[in-house]
């Protein structure tokens, strides 16, 4: 739902009621991620996907439905061999579709709309939706920000709730909050969107439920140090990515604005010196293209110690070689050395700048999607290593 947030939060902010339908989880070959979204408003308007095409027709009249009896539902879709293309997934994978109506007097709009809004700012939030458990449950919402009010025993901030008066027995159950508001700040703080599972016990509620957390996060950094030919165009690839770019290099005459109109940040500053004084996390990439033992040996002793996601370092083999004897000589283990990329990127057979930086972005998505990096022809691996998307264990289960 996130994903397409610009578009809900101006329906929001017009008084729009509209009803949203969101992958919850995956199976096989499926083409969109949980969390990708389709809208639908009162006036029939549609924004965003949930399958790349094969099942929009159908979701498309679920939210409709929605809209008009205020229900929230899920949906399977999977393989139909004789309708394939009106109500199944030709790739043969299967999806389970949330679709909860937003209208301007329904329960769980108030959250959703300040999800959507902060979203929007590129704030840190993450939302979470019970997608399987009682049906009085369905769709209700819990938005969780970072840090946490000082009455609050979870790891994050809350509002929303799941308590209550609802048929069937469920009462209030402020754990039910707490346990969720702290494992959807996690999700939140590693930027995962996914399922989480609650045992019976864990839930309060007397069943075990699913929750669907949506994390909204900024972009990812990616510190780019050597303001060279190749930096340049690698700048381009991590816009292409959305990466927050920055260059920096400590030569004022090549870390310009002209050089790098595209790069949010220009810093022009020794490279350990600046990444000792500024903000990175676990979604941070540094791609060092200085090629240069006294840019490279300082800046690397101490990138390779951060918790951020990729290191790589630009050079030929024997640079390579030489830049390793010296981090050694400089107190790097060798654990902390074998975080290290280089040669920086994959075989591609890259000669160009631009070739280059495809070769170190596709290395980049390798190691955060948990990719091979082989050709898929001929290949029996999955096409899919994202696993961000899985369910990441069960609370309060029961033997």
Request: charged content about 20%; aromatic content about 6%.
């Amino acid at each position: 739902m996130l994903d397409i947030a610009e578009e809900l939060n101006r329906w929001v902010e017009q008084g729009r009621d509209f009803a949203v339908a969101t992958v919850v989880a995956v199976g096989g070959s499926a083409p969109r991620q949980p969390g990708a979204a389709l809208a639908v408003d009162a006036d029939g308007t549609a924004v965003g996907s949930v399958s790349g095409g094969c099942v929009e027709g159908a979701v498309y009249e679920l939210c409709r439905q929605a809209l008009e009896d205020g229900e929230t539902v899920v949906e399977r879709f999977g393989y139909s061999d004789e309708d394939a293309f009106a109500v199944g997934l030709t790739c043969g994978g299967v999806i389970d579709i949330l679709v909860t109506p937003v209208r301007a007097d329904g329960p769980a709009r108030p959250v959703i709309a300040t999800a959507l809004a902060a979203a929007v700012r590129r704030e840190a939030a993450a939302v979470a939706r019970i997608v399987s458990g009682p049906a009085e449950l369905l769709g209700r919402a819990l938005l969780v920000r970072p840090g946490g009010s000082p009455d609050s025993s979870s790891r994050g901030s809350t509002s929303g709730s799941w308590d209550g008066s609802y048929d069937g027995g469920f009462g209030a159950h402020p754990e039910l909050d707490r346990t969720v508001a702290a494992e959807a700040a996690a999700f939140l703080d590693a930027g995962r969107t996914g399922t989480l599972e609650i045992g019976e016990q864990g839930s309060r509620c007397g069943a075990p439920l699913t929750v669907l957390v949506e994390s909204s996060v900024p972009a990812p950094r990616m510190i780019v140090f050597g303001a060279i030919d190749f930096a340049s165009a690698l700048v381009r690839v991590g816009k292409f990515l959305n990466y927050h770019v920055t260059v920096c290099d400590a030569r004022p005459v090549f870390a310009t604005r002209t050089r790098f109109p595209e790069a949010e940040d220009i810093v022009v500053e020794w490279p350990h010196t600046y990444l000792e004084r500024t903000a990175v996390d676990g979604r941070t990439v540094l791609c060092v293209l200085t090629h240069d033992a006294k840019f490279d040996v300082p800046l690397l002793q101490l990138a390779l110690r951060l918790p951020v996601a990729y290191v790589g370092a630009m050079g030929s083999r024997r640079t390579h070689l030489d830049r390793n004897r010296r981090l050694r000589e400089a107190g790097v283990t060798e654990l902390e050395l074998a975080r290290l990329r280089s040669p920086i990127g994959l075989d591609l057979g890259a000669r160009t700048p631009e070739e280059t930086a495809l070769s170190i972005a596709a290395e980049i998505v390798a190691a955060r999607r948990g990719g091979s990096g082989v050709p898929l022809t001929g290949a029996h691996t999955p096409i899919h290593h994202d696993t961000a998307a899985r369910p990441t264990g069960r609370i309060g289960s029961v033997a």
